[in-house]
C-alpha cells in the first residue's frame, strides 16, 4: 500500500505551491481520491475530492483556490493550490475517499507533506 505525497514546502501568502501524490494501483483504480490537510491543534479535514470519472468537491475554505487533479495512468493525484494564505498551513495528505482501511480494519494513512504560508 502506497500514498506518498510530495511537493509541499514554505511560500509567501499569495503564492502557488503543486501537490502530488503516488499511490498504489489497487488503492487508486476506480476510487474516488481526495486530498486532506491537518494543522497544528486542529482535526483533519477534507480539502477537495475527485472521481475516477474526474467529477471534484471542494471545502469552502479552498473553492476557487485549490484545484484537485489525477493521472489514472500514472496512478497520481495532484492539488494545484493558489492565492494561498496562512491558513492554509498544514500537513497534506492523499488517501481514498472515505480513508483507506487496511483488512485490520484501521485506517491507514501515508507520509504527508508539509506546507507553511507565511504572512
Known amino acids: 500500500v502506497q500514498l506518498q505525497a510530495s511537493g509541499g514546502g514554505l511560500v509567501q501568502a499569495g503564492g502557488t505551491l503543486r501537490l502530488s501524490c503516488a499511490a498504489s494501483r489497487s488503492i487508486f483504480t476506480l476510487n474516488r481520491m481526495a486530498w486532506y490537510r491537518q494543522a497544528p491543534g486542529k482535526q483533519r479535514e477534507l480539502v477537495a475530492t475527485i472521481t475516477s470519472l474526474g467529477n471534484t468537491n471542494y471545502a469552502d475554505s479552498v473553492k476557487g483556490r485549490f484545484t484537485i487533479s489525477r493521472d489514472n495512468a500514472k496512478n497520481t493525484v495532484y492539488l494545484q493550490m493558489n492565492s494561498l494564505k496562512p491558513d492554509d498551513t498544514a500537513v497534506y495528505y492523499c488517501?481514498?475517499?472515505?480513508?483507506?482501511?487496511?483488512?485490520?480494519?484501521?485506517?491507514?494513512w501515508g507520509q504527508g507533506t508539509q506546507v507553511t504560508v507565511s504572512s
Open positions: 488517501n481514498t475517499a472515505p480513508a483507506y482501511r487496511n483488512p485490520m480494519g484501521v485506517d491507514y
